[in-house]
């Protein structure tokens, strides 16, 4: 039986959705057990060990709202024997291109999280169809599983 996973959103606009959305459904039918979250709680996936976190970046280099409560709450867990990857969007036009993957690596990485394949940083300027992107990206992340 596969790993169940966990994908936490950070979206402003959707198309973070929209992408975690589309990796879900590719999950689901390689019979993962898959937990789409939008709007996470550290509750609602604290059972969860490994988590697939697909976020935009928004203004200056932050992460969207959405996904703010959860990393603050996040910063106060153990997170020992979680695993987890990032999928980002962000736009290459600015200097903060895909700081939230930074951020919520760093955030992870220092709560005890283990970090097990390379981050995702899906430029919207360059990539048209970001869904396909993302999934032929997959194969990261189900290697390292």
């Known amino acids: 039986m596969p790993t169940p996973i966990a994908i936490i959103t950070g979206s402003t606009l959707g198309g973070a959705e929209y992408v975690a959305d589309h990796l879900a459904d590719c999950l689901a039918q390689q019979d993962f057990d898959v937990q789409l979250e939008n709007n996470a709680s550290f509750a609602d996936v604290a059972s969860q060990k490994l988590w697939l976190i697909v976020t935009s970046t928004h203004g200056a280099g932050e992460l969207p709202e959405n996904i703010q409560p959860f990393i603050e709450e996040v910063k106060q867990q153990d997170l020992t024997g979680v695993h987890f990857a990032v999928v980002g ?46 999934e032929e990206w997959l194969p990261n992340l189900l290697n390292a599983l």
């Open 89 to 134: 969007l962000g736009n290459s036009d600015y200097d903060t291109f895909c700081y939230a993957v930074d951020t919520v690596e760093q955030v992870l990485t220092v709560q005890g999280a283990v970090q097990i394949c390379e981050s995702l940083r899906i430029d919207v300027v360059e990539v048209e169809d970001q869904d396909q992107t993302a």
